[in-house]
């Protein structure tokens, strides 16, 4: 969280972090576990499943569909 919101201050005022993005995300944003989204890769045919990357809570992931 504290690197979102350096990042985030780099453009944006303290106000309009804490009071405007800050807000939406603790009300909207209820991300899924990353092992839940490769799971349900595997239950859909998805096969070499891996995580090529990640950073915090962000992560760029995937496999191949098996035929």
Request: aromatic content about 28%; proline content about 9%; overall charge negative.
């Given at each position: 969280m504290d690197q979102w919101k350096k990042f985030m201050g780099k453009n944006l005022t303290q106000d309009e972090i804490e009071n405007k993005?800050?807000?939406?995300?603790?009300?909207?944003?209820?991300?899924v576990k990353l092992t839940d989204h490769l799971s349900w890769l595997a239950e859909i045919g998805f096969v070499n499943i891996d995580v090529i990357w990640k950073y915090y809570s962000l992560a760029v992931y995937g496999g191949k569909k098996s035929t």
């Open positions: 993005y800050l807000a939406n995300y603790y009300e909207e944003d209820h991300p």
